[in-house]
């Protein structure tokens, strides 16, 4: 049977995910900060709206629109600075919280779509992303297999398999966290605590804006 990829790249590409995604950056804190305080329906609400906007540089990518952030700067400029000032107001909108309710668990606010909604424009407006299908997953195509956009595919699609997975785990990790600090803290506490990772999240997109700057 042929294959579509070549086999040999399979260990080395499911190592570079894995690394990808545990890295620190503006999905993982706002996951770890959604599930601590708003619970795990919260926050797989987000993981499905992140995980949509993965699928959109995918197709970009497959279709070689992603290639037009290398060419031309004022795009990528832009995504660059959208995505650090909406990263800003929702680390103010974990700054102000939802109200407790009498259990002390923050409830969450607004709608399960809502969620899903800010979680793919978090990613959407993630230049590191994009930037993502345009640098590395080329790197692991080869000639004499399938089509570029048919590897292309594959590849990406098992990265999406991969980050649903671990954010998975980042909100279960999270959310239990949360249980816990609720059980054993006052609401004043736990207010301390959210506010520490709006911080998180605000620091990430400083941390954004300078990793991502071209000279």
Do not use: C
Not at 84 to 104: C, H, S
Not at 157 to 179: D, E, P, R
Not at 193 to 202: E, K, T, Y
């Amino acid at each position: 049977m042929a294959w579509p990829i070549d086999p040999a790249v399979v260990p080395a590409f499911l190592a570079a995910m894995v690394l990808v995604e545990l890295t620190p950056g503006p999905n993982m804190a706002y996951l770890a900060a959604l599930s601590a305080d708003r619970g795990r329906l919260s926050g797989f609400a987000a993981v499905l709206g992140i995980t949509a906007g993965l699928a959109v540089y995918l197709v970009a990518s497959v279709i070689g629109l992603t290639e037009l952030l290398l060419v031309w700067r004022p795009a990528y400029e832009i995504l660059r600075w959208a995505g650090v000032l909406y990263l800003l107001w929702l680390a103010w909108e974990a700054w102000r919280g939802a109200d407790p309710a009498p259990d002390g668990v923050a409830r969450p606010n607004g709608s399960v779509m809502s969620l899903v909604r800010r979680g793919f424009l978090a990613n959407v407006l993630n230049p590191k992303a994009a930037l993502f299908y345009v640098t590395l997953l080329p790197g692991f195509i080869r000639p004499g297999f399938a089509s570029e956009p048919v590897q292309a595919g594959l590849f990406g699609t098992a990265h999406l398999l991969i980050s649903l997975a671990l954010h998975s785990l980042i909100v279960l990790g999270a959310a239990g966290a949360g249980q816990v600090i609720a059980a054993f803290a006052p609401g004043s506490q736990l207010t301390r605590v959210r506010r520490g990772l709006a911080i998180g999240i605000a620091l990430v997109a400083v941390w954004l804006a300078w990793q991502t700057r071209r000279g």
